[in-house]
């Protein structure tokens, strides 16, 4: 149980583009989902914390503007990386968990390959 | 804010030898604790964590991490590697008093040798 799959697991689009990236819990109700940018050889880095129903809490320093996130089911959240340019290009990858408690696991998805040419 | 550190990048073992990845962290209390490995194609998959009590935790696959509070460390062991082990490894820390929130380490790369 708690799988949780992300699509596309890759994509190459256009500077000025945008690209929307799915996120969904498949056998399990997620009333939180984050996002993570992870680039070559570093760690993940959390973009944004998305309730089910509510806005997204963003980290310091990313563009809500830019990375919009909508989690309006409980078990899909959306990743739309607006007028992409090619520092976007990185891995993206989501988490879900049935709650936001402390000890609650967050599952992961395999990560979706955004290239911005 | 927590921070993790892993000061292993990549290591090396060979093929059922045994195998300590380093992991420490700064907060300001006990954290919670976990061990996650990644592999290609692959989402993160939950090895062990750790909340609170025993500071053995058992995982799977085998991975087991031992919480010493006086060293702020969370090493995690295996006593004999298989060559389906290889992968990255990343150690994270959550707050207790802040939802669940992870902060990842920088992760280290495993390479079994046959």
Redesign the interface.
Known sequence: GAVVSQHPSWVICKSGTSVKIECRSLDFQATTMFWYRQFPKQSLMLMATSNEGSKATYEQGVEKDKFLINHASLTLSTLTVTSAHPEDSSFYICSASRSQGATDTQYFGPGTRLTVL | AQSVTQPD?HITVSEGASLELRCNYSYGATP?LFW?VQSP??????LL?Y?SGDTLVQGIKGFEAEFKRSQSSFNLRKPSVHWSDAAEY?CAV??????????????TQLKVEL
């Open positions: 990048i919670y996650y194609g692959q989402g993160l998959q939950l964590k909340f990343f959550g707050a207790p008093g802040g939802g669940n929130k992870l902060t990842f380490g920088t992760g």
